[in-house]
């Protein structure tokens, strides 16, 4: 039994800002030490149906994943998993392998593969949710990942489109950090769109970076 409807502009929203809450509940739960860590889940609207908690049949909502839950094909570091963009260090890539960004990747990947493309007739929204915008090393994942799945549809002989956008409500649209050894990296993207929403009365704002489709 589905539990989604078809989209409007308010039901994408309102999922969007519900997410972003589930989200920092996660994250809340967390903050016993120091700050909470980056938490995050992807939502996959399929031709408009916006996704609930549960759903995999005509639309998706991965599990959302902690910090350090990252492993496998989006490491960056693994044997046989996505190559390492030369401007992402050896010393970035293993300092952000073990994110949750990097398993909630894979988790969406493989949904979208063996079920979403299958379903699809005109479009894929893939939205990256978390409480904080992606380090320099999981932004360079989220655009691979986005090649993986344009040529993914181009194996299935699929024409839908595909967009991938990542979003998340810190107060500033990117900040700078150092981590491990004072390596540097930014979380967030700083020309990401302040986007204010007002739903029944609960008004409030999140960052919104829509990703350049690759080449
Ligand atoms: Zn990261």
Redesign the pocket.
């Given at each position: 039994m589905s539990h989604t409807h078809a989209q409007s502009p308010d039901a994408r929203t309102q999922a969007i800002v519900r997410e972003l809450a589930t989200i920092h509940e996660h994250a809340g739960r967390d903050h016993r030490v120091g700050e909470p860590g980056?938490f995050s889940r992807i939502m996959v609207i399929v031709d408009g149906n916006v996704p609930s908690e549960g759903d995999s049949a005509s639309c998706y909502l991965t599990p959302v994943k902690a910090p350090r839950s990252g492993e496998g094909y989006y490491t960056l570091t693994a044997n046989n998993g996505a190559v390492r963009p030369a401007e992402i260090s050896v010393d970035e890539a293993k300092l952000?392998q073990q994110?949750?960004?990097?398993a909630t990747l894979l988790d969406a990947y493989d949904w979208i593969t063996e079920q979403g493309l299958k379903v699809a007739t005109q479009s894929l929204q893939v939205i990256l949710i978390s409480n904080i915008g992606?380090?320099?090393?999981?932004?360079a994942?989220l655009q691979i990942f986005y090649s993986d799945l344009l040529s993914a549809a181009a194996e299935a002989r699929s024409t839908v489109a595909i967009t991938v956008e990542s979003i998340y409500n810190t107060p500033e649209a990117s900040r700078d950090s150092t981590r491990g050894n004072a390596i540097p990296?930014t979380?967030g993207y700083p020309s990401a769109a302040r986007t204010p929403y007002n739903i029944s009365g609960n008004q409030g704002a999140y960052w919104l970076h829509t990703l350049p489709r690759p080449q």
């Amino acid at each position: 039994m589905s539990h989604t409807h078809a989209q409007s502009p308010d039901a994408r929203t309102q999922a969007i800002v519900r997410e972003l809450a589930t989200i920092h509940e996660h994250a809340g739960r967390d903050h016993r030490v120091g700050e909470p860590g980056l938490f995050s889940r992807i939502m996959v609207i399929v031709d408009g149906n916006v996704p609930s908690e549960g759903d995999s049949a005509s639309c998706y909502l991965t599990p959302v994943k902690a910090p350090r839950s990252g492993e496998g094909y989006y490491t960056l570091t693994a044997n046989n998993g996505a190559v390492r963009p030369a401007e992402i260090s050896v010393d970035e890539a293993k300092l952000s392998q073990q994110d949750s960004e990097v398993a909630t990747l894979l988790d969406a990947y493989d949904w979208i593969t063996e079920q979403g493309l299958k379903v699809a007739t005109q479009s894929l929204q893939v939205i990256l949710i978390s409480n904080i915008g992606p380090c320099t090393g999981c932004k360079a994942r989220l655009q691979i990942f986005y090649s993986d799945l344009l040529s993914a549809a181009a194996e299935a002989r699929s024409t839908v489109a595909i967009t991938v956008e990542s979003i998340y409500n810190t107060p500033e649209a990117s900040r700078d950090s150092t981590r491990g050894n004072a390596i540097p990296t930014t979380y967030g993207y700083p020309s990401a769109a302040r986007t204010p929403y007002n739903i029944s009365g609960n008004q409030g704002a999140y960052w919104l970076h829509t990703l350049p489709r690759p080449q």
